[in-house]
Nanobody, 117 residues
Framework: QVQLVESGGGLVQAGGSLRLSCAAS????????MGWYRQVPGEQREWVAR???????NHADSVKGRFTISRDNAKKMVYLQMNNLKPEDTAVYYC???????????WGQGTQVTVSS
């Protein structure tokens, strides 16, 4: 019912910047939380950042001060601005949407971010 499509991943050098985008479509409930997760193959998926439809944000300690989540409700988009990237940021990044009242959860297909030293 809801589809999420990420874009913007790629290969960058340490210290560089990248902006990820996630486009949402379908029957989207207005009261929701959108966020970003990342995962290295063979490891557990890690929460990175979240932003509610009302504008509140949270960032994981590992990325706070370097990454910034934002969203444009009119465009049905959520973004992750990543600055001062480190090799340990290398992972597949996933977009996520949670409906606050219904509890339904949706995931994008993921986009690869690789940071070289």
């Amino acid at each position: 019912q809801v589809q999420l499509v990420e874009s913007g991943g790629g290969l960058v050098q340490a210290g560089g910047s990248l902006r990820l985008s996630c486009a949402a479509s379908g029957n989207i409930k207005s009261v929701n939380v959108m966020g970003w997760y990342r995962q290295v193959p063979g490891e557990q998926r890690e929460w990175v950042a979240r932003m509610s439809s009302s504008g509140s944000t949270n960032h994981a300690d590992s990325v706070k001060g370097r990454f910034t989540i934002s969203r444009d409700n009119a465009k049905k988009m959520v973004y992750l601005q990543m600055n001062n990237l480190k090799p340990e940021d290398t992972a597949v990044y996933y977009c996520n949407l949670v409906e606050v009242f219904g509890g339904r959860q949706y995931w994008g297909q993921g986009t690869q971010v690789t940071v070289s030293s």
